[in-house]
């Protein structure tokens, strides 16, 4: 059983064994193009960019070359970038800037679902989601994230997900620009949604969080015969539904016991998961005067590799957060 996981570095064009997606956090301005037989999307932010490159890794003994030679296909239709390889498939779009997102956003998603469903690739288990100007107000005085969640909200409904169905997520801002959602999908085999003992289910928020809730789960686990991988959401200080602390070292300890909440709570259903680490983690700091402290902080309590556990900074999805952390961890 073959997923995807993400590998980082520098290069947008490394040598080796050719990813489903190449993503260059660092621009002027976003975009999106196939060439290659892979998805490129580029996010804005500061240089030099970091590349996260989504590359097929077995769950079991088959091995890429069995996985590649089902064959490769990738393409842009309405929008909507995706590469497939046997059982995987990447798929992204990117929205230009606009004063409202919701029906913009709720076209989007509906075609980007429509092609994974549309090309076999039913199961969706993790997606992202960024977007500029995340606390800022549309045209109408709606908090940007809160106009967003709405237009994912109603596509997710016209689609027939349900709340089950709703894989982990991450939501976070970008420097400039529009919006940008990409998410990875498996032709045969669903995850497993899980939630957070210490926190109320994303999509059950009271009405104070916007017309419609963020549409997430905490996490989702792919199980192979060999290995388990748990991506985890972006989490942040966050218990039951209320942010929590004011400091980042108050914060930054909050998100610490949250992820290990969550952790005990997938090793009880998942016993693989006693052993093994996260393999990457991506960092998101809103101050970078704080970058330091959460890298050491997040290094000490979860020993993921350095190279493989970058730093942004970016507004997080509420004003009053500082940090939000999200990972791959592999049993």
Not at 26 to 31: H, L, T
Not at 244 to 271: C, W, Y
Request: include cysteine.
């Amino acid at each position: 059983m073959m997923v995807l996981l993400p590998v980082y570095h520098s290069e947008p064009e490394r040598a080796g064994p050719s990813p489903l997606a190449t993503i260059c956090y660092g621009g002027a301005s976003g975009g999106l193009d196939v060439r290659n037989g892979r998805v490129h999307m580029t996010l804005p932010g500061p240089l030099p960019a970091t590349c996260e490159q989504w590359c097929p890794a077995s769950l079991s003994g088959e091995t890429r070359h069995e996985q590649a030679a089902r064959g490769r296909q990738a393409g842009l239709e309405q929008g909507i970038g995706w590469s497939a390889e046997g059982d995987l498939l990447f798929a992204a779009f990117w929205v230009e800037d606009q004063p409202e997102l919701c029906e913009a956003v709720q076209t989007s998603y509906e075609r980007l679902i429509g092609l994974a469903r549309g090309k076999g690739f039913g199961h969706i288990y993790r997606m992202w989601n960024y977007l500029g100007a995340i606390n800022q107000d549309n045209a109408r005085g709606e908090e940007r994230y809160r106009d967003f969640c709405s237009g994912r909200s109603q596509a997710f409904e016209a689609m027939s997900i349900g709340l089950g169905e709703l894989p982990a997520a991450t939501g976070i801002g970008l420097s400039s620009g529009g919006v940008a959602v990409f998410l990875i999908a498996h032709r045969h085999v669903g995850g497993v949604n899980l939630e957070n003992p210490s926190q109320l289910p994303a999509y059950h928020y009271p009405p104070r969080y916007g017309r419609c809730s963020p549409s997430f789960a905490r996490a989702t686990v792919m199980e192979g015969p060999d290995r388990t991988a748990l991506y985890l959401s972006g989490t942040a200080s966050i218990r039951g539904h209320e942010s929590v602390g004011t400091t980042v070292e108050e914060q930054l300890s909050v998100t610490i016991e949250t992820i290990n909440s969550l952790l005990d709570a997938a090793r009880k259903r998942f016993p693989r998961l006693e052993a093994g680490r996260f393999e990457s983690m991506k960092l998101y700091v809103r101050h970078s005067e704080d970058a330091a402290l959460v890298r050491e902080g997040i290094s000490r309590a979860f020993q993921c590799p350095l190279e493989q556990s970058p730093l942004f900074i970016a507004d997080i999805c509420r004003a009053e957060l500082l940090l939000e952390v999200e990972g791959v961890f592999l049993g």
